[in-house]
């Protein structure tokens, strides 16, 4: 390939673009999404902690309720709860992931949400240039196999996925009767973690259709 058909970037040109890019005032619209059916779900309850941060900062957020979507089967986009999820998808700016750990990954319940997304709609990929933080509950010790699935997930998915992560260990013993998370190193890591998403979700949103358009996909012609 001729160097002649390469992008024609400098750092110039790049970042002269950034800042003229609208910066959006609205608030970020996060999506949060967690992977049990279960009443007392620990990864339910991680998502409303999360969401309680979030909504402190000012963030716009929604929880996607999993019950009653049913097992992925590409015949069948015409389910309300499929609608319902896919919608959400597109308004988020942001998502947040959280899944138990079953037998050392994801639950099938989180998958079955993720496969549901469609990678595209016609020429639009829904969760491309979308921010994501990911997190994990754990029956015992602390444990990254779900989170570091879920990075491998969000990359597949064309999102930014913040270095920051969630895992709590002993879950069970890591929350009041009411339901909240009590104050400990968990607790403030996932402070850390809705703050990091916030600041990079007002940081990337005005800026995602630029930062995610690739080159291979918009030549004419690789034999130019």
Request: neutral net charge; charged residues 25%.
């Amino acid at each position: 390939m001729s160097s002649q058909n390469l992008p024609k970037h400098t750092i110039e040109n790049v970042t002269t673009h950034l800042n003229e890019s609208i910066q959006e005032q609205h608030a970020p619209k996060i999506l949060l999404l967690y992977g049990s059916l279960r009443e007392a779900s620990y990864s339910k309850k991680l998502v409303l902690e999360a969401a309680k941060i979030l909504q402190s900062f000012g963030a716009e957020v929604k929880i996607f309720d999993p019950n009653d979507l049913p097992v992925y089967n590409s015949d069948k986009t015409d389910h309300s709860k499929v609608k319902e999820l896919r919608e959400l998808a597109k308004w988020s700016e942001g998502m947040v992931w959280s899944s138990p750990e079953q037998h050392g990954n994801v639950s099938s319940v989180f998958k079955n949400q993720i496969d549901w997304i469609p990678l595209s709609e016609g020429s639009i990929r829904p969760t491309q240039g979308k921010t994501l933080a990911v997190m994990q509950v754990c029956g015992g010790s602390q444990s990254f196999n779900v989170v570091n699935s879920l990075r491998i997930l969000g990359r597949w998915m064309r999102m930014f996925t913040i270095p920051n992560q969630s895992s709590v260990a002993k879950a069970y013993t890591e929350f009041n009767s009411d339901g909240s998370m009590k104050d400990s190193s968990f607790k403030n890591r996932l402070v850390d973690v809705m703050e990091e998403l916030f600041k990079i979700t007002l940081l990337m949103r005005s800026h995602k259709d630029y930062l995610t358009h690739r080159y291979s996909e918009n030549i004419t012609s690789c034999c130019e």
